[in-house]
């Protein structure tokens, strides 16, 4: 079960590259929504040459490393370039202009690959013995700033788990299954479907991410809606804890007390390294229908949205609203792909002659699908068409699942060309009751553009989308595009980023909104939140302190 | 919005008591059943009057008093005898006996009434300068010891709750509430329903017990199969603490980071006073369609079951399986009414000349209820009692719904009733993933049935139902009676169920299973599960001295 690892400076396979050289429209596009001076369209800079980087010694001297190999084996501890460099950042965006310029500082002194949770169990021991940090590694996706090493002088291990990628068991009766944490998302969706079975996890880094990850960062997948999101489909966790095993929820049905289980979901490998879980699965679903709708103006769409989550009767595998920025992007994205050009022809088409007061500025599209037995999804489809209808939608597609199948994962890889051409972009995630929606989405939209402007990113290009909804409210993610500042310098391009993400924060939160604290665990308590009076922070420390009372863990605190 | 309270000795309301005088056969069969002594049958033990209760003084003196009535006023503070013997236990079977039996040697020195969040952080202050312990109280329908005073010498404060019961704010459109912790169930159903709205949350406590007393003991109602069990229900909670007010969930969307959310529901008041929730409501069903369908056996009707919430398109409101000691159980309860009587006279006609293969000894009866549109809930039918035809099941009776919700809460009303006929009665679960739930049932009753005759209870009588289920498994509920020993001892009394409890849980642990601890938060660490390697109680002692240095909020850990 050999896993393609992301190549060292940005995200997935080499050679899997959007064609944008076959969209002629692409770069004039981006050029005047985001005034690019003309080079910047011209010139491609590419990543420094991992040769070109020169990398501080590793700080662990030859007993140590002797003692770490006699440990774990000679092959499964490695302080080559390749592998130092490869684990010292994840894949945010301060991240990548930092590992792309090769400035890479502070990595990691050795990367050990574990076999079991034994290895696990004997790396965590000897690391406290010897006053060494350890730093769990899944699939090297986080955006969070968890995988970059502490700069308090400890030397660093990272503890690469990709070794425990096994499938344990699977109980087709119970629909569960017994997983190892270090497990990519590929692997394990194969091992599951050829029993007929899913997970149903999809966030937008499955290629590459792990189940361990998953776990530690409290996932959500873009099919949430109908297969949870990871904190109710993980039945157990097994976590390897400085100070012992500790595992938690083992019951099918929910258990008394507190729930501990929740706990260590979203841990982020500060409290222990999760080595594995159970699982709960559900059947592959016979038919995907997914489709596109556009209405006549985002508060529409809301109010559709509103109306099918909250209807009891249905369950949409997907819901996903694009606001009309997004539609454009998704648009020239996707010129070359028949699906969208037939619907950006469509836009002209129907739209203009039919609906005179219909504004394409204000346009909204929501592509939304069934998954399950045929007459089940048809049925499902008929009702949410009817619930369209009424909030002004036109049908534009049908058959759009494979479309999303290879639109799903795209956008990292768009990422990695688009900081190539000094192109500044980020997300940031919000949530909000459905009474405050509207206003929380304006609030962030515009405290976005407000913030490229006044970081010297020119005009920019904000776009929002609905990712998440349910009964009583829905996530949004706003997407900004600008241009880079300072001169190609990392740390310029990264506190640029900052800026955007700090200004936003503060917008929509003192909106009476709330930022999704995907960027990690840290990150939570540094939201000027003050409704948790600092407790949320004293009681972390406290399950930290009782765990892993030496610090050996470390989970980092920077992002951008 | 007053409430009516317990009376003092039992259960609800005196006036509200089953007519079993109706039913000529119900104590002939208990006395079959159990081998009673005639006596036994024939004799009514009262509970000893109020008046010859002798309480130890209130160990507050005056100042103290005065201080505490400066606080609160002058009517929020008793300590005369029916406050104090009211609320010197929950409603357990130990609690239950002793209580009868005028036996209350360690009741609080005194009941507030706190009428605000800002008088409950007042007596966590004032508590916290005195060395006094305080008990939090909702309902009073606890069964895990937790409202019973600590012996360890300090003063003891009951702080009940039942003026903080408004219903602070309904959002329609997203479908929150935002609610104080001690209003009751009927209250707070009364004030959703007026605008069209559920919380949908039943337990068999529902018409005495609170909001904040299910966010504490992390209550799973009876339709938690649609509407979610209270963990999922509640969006927010906020609760006092000694060191502060710890608000905790406030997003619609599952955030990231370690879910304190999840460590407050099912924390019983150890690390705080829950004062306040925000709640995920729904709309009141516009049709409830509940029917019975008997099963040939047991595993029949556990595999329909299955295959009931396994089905993605299923949605029951109500699953309820009792096997074959259950169903005799409700068919002589129900004796005096119609439905169940149908149902008795059904089980003759119908299915001896039919199938010379039954075996009434080895039927079990599901309860099987849909909530919704009226369209949606016939369609629901159809698939599910395809699915009851392919278990080998005859559909016995229609219309069950309003039976069940006259049944739904009358077994504790019942329990008084026999306790007071000597007879030992106790109710104990267990969850289980399908593929092991028919061993674990087996165990469980087989121990039960074993331990009650060890414990000197007589033949004993032991019935069960499949309470809950999810795709992965299910719970199960264990009732027992028996004969009570000891000649009235209320010590000798609790010893009995306290040694039927212990060996039922060593039985079914040794089996591979898991006891659902529903009986209170240290009781779960009472359990032989060495998988948590003391972990589990490191990690939760923790939390509790972050939260509670002074250890002011005691939780008790009695059972029985």
């Known amino acids: ?66 003692s770490l190999r006699r440990l774990l084996g000679e092959e499964a501890v490695r302080v080559d370039k390749p592998a130092r460099v490869g684990h010292a950042y994840g894949q945010s965006y301060g991240d990548l202009v930092r590992l792309r310029a090769g400035y890479v500082p502070n990595p990691p002194d050795a990367v050990a690959y574990p076999a079991d949770q034994r290895d696990v169990a004997a790396l965590l021991s000897w690391a406290a013995e010897r006053d060494i940090a350890l730093i769990p590694y899944g699939g090297g996706t986080s955006t969070a700033g ?122 982020e490998g500060a409290y222990g390294v999760i080595t594995e879980a159970v699982l709960r699965l559900r059947p592959l679903p016979a038919v995907r229908d997914y489709r596109g709708v556009l209405f006549e103006s985002w508060e529409e769409g809301l109010e559709a949205v509103r109306v099918i989550v909250q209807e009891s009767d249905l369950r949409p595998a997907l819901i996903a609203l694009f606001d009309h920025s997004a539609v454009a992007a998704y648009t020239l994205l996707n010129h070359e792909q028949r699906g969208l050009r037939r619907m950006a022809d469509a836009l002209g088409r129907y739209i203009k002659p039919r609906r005179a007061d219909f504004s394409p500025g204000d346009r909204a599209l929501l592509l939304l699908g069934f998954e399950g037995e045929g007459g089940w999804t048809a049925q499902q489809w008929r009702q949410a068409g009817k619930i369209c209808d009424e909030c002004h939608s036109i049908s534009l597609l049908r058959n759009l699942s494979q479309h999303w199948a290879r639109m799903r994962y795209a956008l990292p890889y768009l990422r990695d060309i688009l900081i190539s051409h000094s192109v500044l972009v980020g997300t940031l995630g ?38 998440h909804a349910c009964a009583q409210g829905a996530a949004i993610q706003a997407t900004f595009l600008g241009r880079q500042v300072g001169d190609g310098d990392p740390l310029a391009l990264q506190a640029q980023w900052e800026t955007v993400r700090q200004a936003v924060a503060e917008a929509v939160v003192s909106a009476g909104g709330r930022m999704l604290s995907y960027n990690g665990l840290r990150t939570v308590h540094t939201l000027p939140d003050d409704r948790t009076n600092g407790l949320r922070e004293r009681v972390l420390r406290s399950i930290k302190e009782s765990l892993d009372p030496l610090d050996i863990l470390w989970s980092g605190d920077r992002r951008g």
Do not use: C
Not at 5 to 14: A, D, E, F
Not at 191 to 219: C, I, K, M, Y
Not at 438 to 467: D, E, Q
């Open 430 to 467: 919000t949530a909000a009751t459905w009474a405050s929606l509207p206003r929380i989405y304006a609030t962030m939209v515009g405290a976005m553009k407000g913030a490229v402007i006044a970081s010297g990113g020119g005009p920019g290009y904000v776009m929002a989308h609905l990712s």
């Open 1 to 66: 079960m050999a896993r393609s690892h992301p190549h060292w400076w940005g995200w997935g396979r080499q050679d899997h590259r959007p064609p944008l050289e076959e969209n002629p429209d692409f770069w004039p596009t981006i050029q005047k929504w985001l005034a690019l001076p003309d080079e910047a369209v011209a010139n491609e800079t590419p990543p420094v040459p991992l040769d070109e980087i020169t990398l501080r010694p590793t700080r662990l001297d030859d007993p140590v490393l002797v």
């Open 146 to 267: 968890r995988l970059e090493p502490p700069t308090d002088g400890r030397p660093v291990v990272t503890l690469d788990l990709s070794h425990l990628n096994q499938v344990l068991s699977v109980d087709v009766r119970s629909r569960t299954a017994r997983v190892q944490a270090g497990i990519d998302g590929p692997s394990l969706e194969t091992h599951l479907n050829d029993q007929g079975l899913t997970l149903g996890h999809f966030p937008q880094s499955f290629e590459f991410s792990t189940l361990g990850g998953w776990v530690a960062t409290r996932s959500v997948g873009q099919q949430a809606l109908t297969y949870g999101t990871i904190d109710t489909l993980v039945q157990a966790v097994r976590v390897v804890t400085p100070v012992g095993i500790l595992t938690a929820g083992d019951s099918p049905v929910e258990d008394a007390g507190p729930n501990l289980l929740q706990l260590l979901i979203g841990s």
